[in-house]
């Protein structure tokens, strides 16, 4: 039976100001609480994972930098760009951080096939890859059995940023977007389709929210 997950679009959200949210969600969720799953923008900014290395990030430049608490190295966010915060309970969902991880990739990949985009996960690097571009990059934190952070989409943003820091820890690491794909999707329509594929994969039943 399908576990029921509540979605929430909360539009453009600063990074720290949604992160500081997921962490008292996390930290005050009990069992029967139900997972969410969050999905949103940021404003430009550039996030360290917990065991970031500083030679990664090469030229910030004016965009902010912030050390986060999710595991992987360096990326970017910024607005064109998919986020999905996945607020789940392993525990409910019986399942391990690895598994967690491939569902979310094999959802990504499912989300680009159905707009003929073929992408591939790899062993050696978490993320979604359309031959050898980064298009999708994950990034998890798991605390008392529950996840927060998630993974973000490269939909129609600017890619230049990418240029100042080596993207999740590889120097080098080219990434694309769906629109230099030939898919225009905004945020709203490819949220609901990555919703559509989390679901599928994790046996989840969405019960979206709305708000003022």
């Given at each position: 039976?399908?576990l029921?997950?509540?979605?929430r679009?909360?539009?453009q959200?600063d990074?720290?100001?949604?992160w500081?949210a997921m962490?008292d969600f996390t930290?005050s969720r009990r069992p029967e ?7 949103l923008?940021?404003p ?16 910030p430049?004016?965009?902010p930098?912030?050390q986060s608490?999710?595991?992987g190295?360096?990326t970017?966010?910024?607005?064109g760009?998919l986020?999905?915060y996945?607020l789940?309970d392993?525990k409910a969902l019986n399942?391990?951080i ?9 959802a990504?990949i499912r989300l ?10 790899r062993?050696?690097?978490p ?10 990059a994950l ?9 927060y ?5 490269n939909?129609?943003?600017d890619l ?5 820091i080596?993207?999740?820890g590889h ?6 977007r769906?629109?230099?794909?030939g898919?225009?999707?905004?945020r ?8 559509v594929?989390l679901?599928?994969?994790l046996?989840?039943?969405?019960r ?5």
């Amino acid at each position: 039976m399908p576990l029921p997950v509540i979605i929430r679009d909360l539009g453009q959200k600063d990074y720290v100001e949604t992160w500081r949210a997921m962490r008292d969600f996390t930290d005050s969720r009990r069992p029967e609480t139900p997972s969410e799953i969050w999905l949103l923008e940021h404003p430009p900014v550039f996030t360290q994972g917990q065991a970031g290395k500083a030679e990664h990030l090469l030229d910030p430049g004016d965009i902010p930098v912030v050390q986060s608490d999710r595991g992987g190295q360096v990326t970017y966010h910024g607005p064109g760009q998919l986020i999905a915060y996945l607020l789940l309970d392993l525990k409910a969902l019986n399942r391990g951080i690895r598994s967690l991880v491939s569902a979310m990739e094999d959802a990504v990949i499912r989300l680009l096939a159905d707009q003929d985009i073929a992408a591939a996960a790899r062993p050696d690097a978490p993320g979604v890859y359309v031959g050898e571009k980064k298009i999708a990059a994950l990034g998890l934190r798991v605390r008392r059995g529950y996840t927060y952070h998630g993974l973000a989409l490269n939909l129609e943003m600017d890619l230049a940023p990418f240029e100042r820091i080596n993207p999740c820890g590889h120097a080098g690491q080219e990434v694309t977007r769906m629109k230099d794909l030939g898919v225009d999707m905004n945020r709203q329509q490819a949220g609901a389709a990555l919703v559509v594929a989390l679901c599928r994969e994790l046996n989840l039943e969405p019960r979206w929210q709305t708000h003022d």
